[in-house]
């Protein structure tokens, strides 16, 4: 039902570019920074394509013993920046 791809471009002085593809024709392009040492990625959407409700996202990966959290805000035309996905990726 849901499927996203895309490209992580990290950069030597922790900031991050990151252009997501999603199934449903939503296109995101986001920004942000990731800190190695505390394992966190915080990504801030610049652009949100193809989406006519969609105004903003915020991701943010977190490694916490061995398991990649991550939650996705967002915003819509109706709605401010609210929590809208949380999961846990467990390796097995």
């Known amino acids: 039902m ?7 471009r990290p950069k030597p002085d922790g900031t991050i570019e990151v252009v997501i593809a999603q199934s449903t024709g939503l296109v995101e392009v986001q920004k942000g920074t990731y800190n190695a040492q505390e394992k966190v990625v915080e990504l801030q959407s610049e652009t949100v394509g193809n ?10 990966f977190e490694l916490v013993d061995g398991d990649i959290c ?3 805000k967002m915003a819509t035309n109706a709605v401010d ?5 949380k999961a ?3 390796k097995v």
């Not at 989406?51 to 943010?60: D, G, I, L, N, Y």
């Open 70 to 72: 991550y939650e996705v």
């Open 51 to 60: 989406a006519s409700k969609v105004r903003e996202t915020r991701r943010v």
């Open 81 to 85: 920046l609210q929590p809208h996905l």
């Open 2 to 8: 849901h499927a996203e791809s895309g490209y992580w």
């Open 88 to 90: 846990a990726l467990k």
